[in-house]
Every structure is written in structure tokens, then in C-alpha cells.
């Protein structure tokens, strides 16, 4: 497989919390221990190293019963951060949007608010030091979230000048549709949208998807199980598509291995697409792999590899001034 890590690359949909690695959570556990503040597991029996089979079934349970568990303080919350953001930097991420759903955890007396406050501080340091990445922050809506929480989440990224908001968590529940005014209000003050789309069955009704298109997404995620008629409005509008490969594998939330992924039915489309790791914690490959995955299963060469690279500029959440600099970096 060819190697992509010195190519210069832009990450738009990953999760803070699932890009941890699990030498990373190990040290966490390592200092917990050592001090008798936990009685978890060890991240490395918990998830063991090689083990990437994780569906739609355990994969959430893993986050509200260990990792979030595990993090649960603001050293730990700090030194996971400060990892991930050095893990993207050292696979040849120059570009990444991080996402996160806001997370009170009043055990440790710490707010949404300081939550959030935490992570951009994280990321404003990293990025006055760092010579090759720029990191902004995308704050999630989760769909068990009620309406108050939703737009509690809006509240606090206008509040933080974060440069958008998502709405992600378990497709098997809520009722997306009561998140309306939260994505209207995030519309109006100028947030930037992304959605999980289509991702399971069950989540990809007719009524869900045409209610998700109104919330007027910018980019969309995983775009999976699409109905005709959907696809058409999405190649209309020209969404920015964040497709993630591995995940979808591994998660099996596709039929069949990477050759039969629906990068093979986008491309070509002319909707931007921007591959995307999810969870390189969880499911262990990083961006440069996924771009080698996609070399070798779609045939594409180093001049279509670049191109793709390159299209995701334009559908970046950042500045102009941050379009312009990857336009400057991104090869030709
Ligand atoms: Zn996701």
C-alpha cells in the first residue's frame, strides 16, 4: 500500500473522546491507579490492542460506561486532548475540525461551560505552537439530548466562538426532529452545520433525512442508506460529504469490505467528499491509512489522491484565511 503520511491532509469529522488512543487512555488508567482514583479496567484489557470489531451495539456503551468514565477530571480531560491533537499533527493532519459533545461532570465540579473552556484552551495552545496544524472546534448536539439541552449546546458555541455544530450520538434513538430551533438558531448567529446522516437504518427514514436536509446541513457524515430522491437533493445542493471507510467496515454498517464502500457511488458526483477517520481510537486507522485504503480499493493515483485532498478546502468550517493557507500546502 502506498504511504500517505507526508501528504498534507484536512480531518473534518473526528470525535475528541473516540480519537483517544489506547496507550493514551493506558496512561490516564496508569495515573488513576497509582493514586487509587479508579476501579476500571485496564484500557488495554478493556479494549485490547488489534480489536476494531466494535458495532453499533457496543460501540456506544464503550464511551457512557468506560472512556467517559476513565476521563472523568480536567487532567485527564487535558491530556487527552493535548495526545489527540498530537497523534492528528503526526499523521500529517494539517487541517482538523475536532468535535465534541459538550459534558458536564459535576464529580469534579466541572461545568459544560469549563468543559468546553478546557478544550479550546487546549487547542488555542497547540495551535500558537504547533508549525504545521491548525485545529478548530465543533461542538455535538446528541440525539438523546432534549430540546433545552440542543440549544443549551448552540448557546455555549456562540458563546466560545466555536466554528459550528453537529448532531451525532446513537441512531437508534430520539426524535430528531425536536432539535429544529437549535439548528435554526445555530443557522441564524452564523454556526456552521454538520449532521450524522443516514448512518443506520433506522435512522434513515424518508421523514428523518428530508427533516435533516431542512436543518440546511453545510457537510453531512457517513451519507449511507440513501433513498433516490434524497441523493438527488444532496448533489444539488453540493453537500460536503465526511465519509469514513474503516468505521463503516469495521462497524459493518455497510455490506460487504472497503471495495464495496459508497465512497465508489459519491465520487464523481460532484459533492466534495472528505475522508474522515470518526474514531481512529476505536477503530485504530488513521487518515493517512484511509487515504492508502482508498488508493488501493478505488484505484486512485497520486494525481486523484491529491485532488481529493485538496477538495476539501472549500468545505472547511475555518477562515478564509485558513482555506488560503491549505491551498498554499495541500499538493497539486
Ligand atoms: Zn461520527
Known sequence: MMDFKALPKIELHAHLSGSISRECLHDVWVEKKKRGETDLRDPLEEMPVGKFDYNLETFFPLFSKYIYALCNDLSSLIYTTNAVLKDFEADGVVYLELRTTPRAIPSANISKDIYVHTILTCISAFNTTS???????????????????????????????????????????????????????????????????????????PAELWTLLGFKPDRIGHVINVPGDVKAEIIKRGLGLELCLSCNVHAKMITGSYGDHHFGWWRGTGCPIILSTDDVGVFGSSLSNEYALIAEHFGLDREEICTLARGAIDTIFGSEEDKQRLREMIWK
Open 131 to 205: 508549525h504545521s496544524m491548525k485545529a478548530n472546534l465543533i461542538l455535538s448536539i446528541d440525539r438523546r439530548n432534549d430540546a433545552d439541552t440542543a440549544m443549551q449546546v448552540v448557546d455555549l458555541a456562540l458563546a466560545h466562538s466555536t466554528v459550528g455544530v453537529d448532531l451525532c450520538g446513537d441512531p437508534a434513538v430520539g426524535d430528531i426532529s425536536i432539535f429544529a430551533p437549535a439548528f435554526a438558531r445555530a443557522r441564524e448567529s452564523g454556526l456552521k452545520i454538520t449532521l450524522h446522516f443516514a448512518e443506520a437504518p433506522q435512522s434513515s427514514t
